[in-house]
């Protein structure tokens, strides 16, 4: 037996089958989905008919959503699906106000750093957005959210009357000279440097913490003493549907 787990981003859409073993995600993890998410009611629809036609085996789904219309439309297609919100159960004190405002992803990766034996963290999730998150003395203390590294560089490219899009990649620091390699080197590095000296001016305040990364840019973030993990909010998803008690119960001993 499985668990389906869903992770619906602004940009992708990723699910993961993995087998049903306590609050860990476990190996072998299987991909059984990593596309664009949708944009319309029809390609929600569609998405959501393709999951519930394949899950076989599985003995729980669980969901980790910021796009709400593909919420509903796994929800009405997976009639047992648990969607991580903020009436759940947390695995540490809640300090944040309007909880109902923090978006899952932000919930499952504060949790995966409580899986990861961890009470002082500062989780950094880089995509369309980039989020950061402090976890201080087993406390959910709030975060911070900016336009992600690539999604701020394309606004500009796009907006910018004599300007062009350039891929966001990693490259050398230096001047560039010519438009196009200006912008491809100033996107990348005053993206992630803006990042890092975020990150560096948060631990002064929480010298404890420990930072971890995850998101589609999270290669661009390999600082020393950072940690790298893809997988880091399925693994929170997983520690929160244990939490809730019926997964556990279910799963084999």
Known sequence: MSWLLIDVGNSRTVALRAPASGGRLAEPVVTVLDEPTPRTDAGAADLAARLARDRGDVLVVGLTSVVPRLTAALATRLPDLRS????????????????????????????????????????????????????????????????GMAFAARQLQEKGARLWPVPFTRCELRPGRHT??????????????????????????????????????????????????????FRGLVHLMHGQGRPAEAAPA
């Open 180 to 233: 196009a390699e200006a912008l491809q080197i100033g996107a990348f590095h005053v993206g992630v440097n803006g990042v890092v000296g975020t990150v560096a001016g948060l631990r002064a305040q929480f010298p404890r913490a420990r930072v971890l990364v995850t998101g589609g840019l999270a290669f661009c973030l390999d600082q020393p003493g950072w940690r790298l993990d893809a997988l880091l909010t």
């Open 84 to 147: 991580v919100d903020h009436t759940w159960s947390m695995p540490f004190a809640v300090l944040v106000e309007q909880p109902e405002t923090v978006g899952a992803d932000r919930w499952c990766n504060v949790a995966a750093a409580v899986a990861a034996g961890l009470t002082d963290a500062i989780v950094v999730d880089a995509g369309t957005a980039t989020t950061i998150d402090v976890l201080a003395d087993g406390e959910f203390r709030g975060g911070l959210i900016a336009p």
